[in-house]
């Protein structure tokens, strides 16, 4: 059985509470109708209810009995104002805090927060910096991390094979610190998602100190650290693309590998490399790209692209309830 369909059947189990911030879109009212038609989760969109059933209905899109959460006629506003308040900024009037409530994104995550959601998706309409940007200052960096970062779970035309790159959506120029917590928060969620062994690569464009370059000793430097902090994890580094993923070229490359070039979690080092390489499988290899989904947070916040379909929001949503259940 392939992956979506797996996790499609466990999201019928145990449908989970999805918020989504971004509710005026056509897109998204189609998707959350098809989530909640198929039983695959239980959607809330923020707003204004008459505004989101006008705009549905100009629009010809139907809107059954969707939970929607209206900050302004919430008996939970001021308790959430009262949580915001405290979030940091000692100088915030709690008029300016009221107002920040108003923001669906804001209101969304804090819902998540505090137990009123499972998880918040957002991104189809909001930017990325602006869903980052809250989520970290509402949901919060998970215990013993300090690193958020996102992956892309690729998967073939005929769904055979999964792999996860990462990180190809937040953090541009990771330390040797954080490209060791993406390496390890990658792994964990590959073998949550697939099932399968998580088999970590971290790439350069160096192999084994075929190069001594800063870039070359940075991702060697963080194989080492997860070495280390992750003794059981079968990870290996610095590696080529090849060597990473044809067992031809790492018999001759690194016969001592322990991932033999059949790595699954490609652990890319910078930004640039992640994106442009999640791009060039999608376009030229014909991979399905699922994600972003972020890592790294207390509670499960993920950002869309603002390019995206009504099937990537479904997707995107039944693979988001798989990570947050298992």
Request: with cysteine.
């Amino acid at each position: 059985m392939k992956l979506l369909e797996q996790c499609r059947a466990n999201c019928r189990k145990n449908p989970q509470r999805i918020v989504f911030p971004d509710a005026l879109d056509i897109r998204l009212l189609h998707a959350a109708n098809k989530l909640q038609s198929e039983g695959l989760a239980q959607p809330i969109l923020i707003g204004n209810p008459f505004e989101l059933r006008d705009y549905a209905s100009r629009r010809g899109a139907s809107m059954p009995c969707f939970s929607i959460a209206y900050p302004d006629q919430s008996t939970l506003f001021e308790q959430y104002v009262d949580t915001y308040m405290g979030l940091g900024d000692k100088e915030m009037s709690r008029d300016d805090a009221r107002q920040a409530m108003r923001n669906p994104l804001n209101y969304g995550a804090m819902m998540v927060r505090n137990g009123q959601a499972d998880i918040c998706i957002a991104g189809n309409l909001s930017t990325t910096g602006e869903v980052l940007r809250t989520a970290l200052k509402v949901i919060g960096v998970a215990e013993q991390h300090r690193t958020v970062s996102s992956f892309f779970l690729m998967t073939s035309a005929d769904g055979s094979d999964v792999r996860l790159f990462a990180d190809a959506g937040v953090v541009p120029t990771p330390t040797v610190e954080q490209l060791a917590e993406i390496a390890m928060d990658a792994a964990e969620n590959f073998e949550k998602l697939t099932g399968d062994t998580a088999r970590v690569a971290m790439l350069s464009f160096s192999t084994k100190g075929s190069s001594d370059h800063p870039s070359a000793r940075r991702v060697r430097e963080a194989f080492e650290l997860v070495h280390r902090k992750a003794p059981d994890l079968i990870v290996d580094g610095e590696l080529q693309f090849d060597a990473a993923v044809v067992p031809e070229v790492a018999a001759r490359k690194t016969p001592d590998s322990p991932l033999q070039g059949n790595s699954n979690v490609m652990i890319f080092p910078s930004l640039d490399a992640g994106n442009i390489a999640y791009k060039v499988a999608q376009r030229l290899g014909h991979y399905q790209a699922l994600g972003p989904f972020l890592e790294g947070l207390r509670k499960p916040m993920h950002d869309l692209s603002r390019g995206c379909s009504v099937d990537d929001i479904v997707d995107l949503a039944v693979l988001a309830s798989c990570l947050a259940t298992r």
